[in-house]
């Protein structure tokens, strides 16, 4: 998708204006649905209420996705819509630096979109996309989003759940998968039953968590501090402190 609009970049909102860019053009290319722009929005307004930064316990939550990632025997990395729109190359990069795998896995689910999905990853440099094959289930839904693939989301141990939706977040985690979850309302459903909650804006936890991967990489010592370190409890305190608290500008 271009980015050949016409936005100046010393608008005070420019990221905020390209992001919905992406999330439009998304819709048009047929990668994102039209509820995907209601989700866009939503998460929009708490980013702006946490001063569209990312807050000390989001870098914390970062660091040990990254540590699970890289220390996980079969990691794997959801895909929907939304974030296939908006940061494609930096979830390839992601795949790349950790080793886990891509998984196309979509709410409301066609053929078509996940075919367009896993083109588009595949145009930004991924070389393997999973999703497509669908034969295993994850227990208790009863939506498409249940389908997975048996040697991808199925196997994994580790799931890192961009924009994901409660209901589906709660039914990974009683298969006993470690979840990281990146949701700007940190009392949402998928916050809540995450392993690591990243209340952080998807556009700046991707490129975060890689950068922490890269960091810690052939160190399993430095992985496990930075997995200790990170509670879960309290980073949603933090997050929920900031937005009822935060000054807004």
């Known amino acids: 998708m271009s980015e050949d609009v016409d936005l100046p970049e010393n608008h005070p909102r420019y990221e905020s204006l390209l992001t919905r860019h992406r999330i439009e053009a998304g819709v048009d290319r047929g990668i994102t649905s039209r509820q995907g722009l209601i989700a866009q929005g939503r998460g929009e307004a708490f980013d702006y209420l946490l001063g569209e930064r990312t807050i000390d316990s989001a870098d914390a939550a970062e660091r040990a996705a990254a540590a699970y990632l890289l220390s996980a025997e079969h990691a794997?990395?959801?895909v929907n819509g939304n974030a296939a729109a908006l940061v494609p190359g930096e979830l390839v990069e992601l795949?790349?630096?950790t080793g886990a795998a891509l998984e196309v896995n979509l709410f409301n689910r066609t053929e078509k979109r996940i075919e367009a999905i896993?083109?588009?990853?595949?145009?930004?440099?991924?070389?393997?996309?999973?999703?497509?094959?669908a034969d295993g289930r994850i227990p208790g839904l009863d939506h498409e989003r249940a389908k997975v693939d048996a040697d991808?989301?199925?196997?994994?141990?580790?799931?890192?759940?961009?924009?994901?939706d409660g209901d589906r977040a709660e039914a990974l985690g009683e298969m006993g998968k470690?979840?990281?979850v990146v949701d700007l309302n940190p009392r949402s459903r998928s916050a809540e039953v995450a392993t690591v909650p990243i209340i952080d804006n998807i556009i700046r936890a991707i490129p975060?968590?890689?950068?922490h991967a890269r960091d810690l990489r052939g160190d399993p010592d430095a992985q496990q501090a930075a997995i200790d370190a990170f509670d879960a409890d309290s980073a949603l305190t933090e997050a929920e402190r900031t937005i009822r608290e935060g000054d807004l500008e």
């Open 76 to 78: 794997v990395v959801s």
């Open 95 to 97: 795949s790349e630096v």
């Open 118 to 133: 896993a083109d588009y990853l595949r145009e930004h440099g991924a070389t393997d996309v999973k999703g497509l094959t």
């Open 152 to 164: 991808g989301i199925g196997a994994a141990d580790v799931v890192l759940v961009p924009l994901e």
């Open 178 to 180: 470690t979840e990281l």
């Open 208 to 211: 975060t968590i890689t950068e």
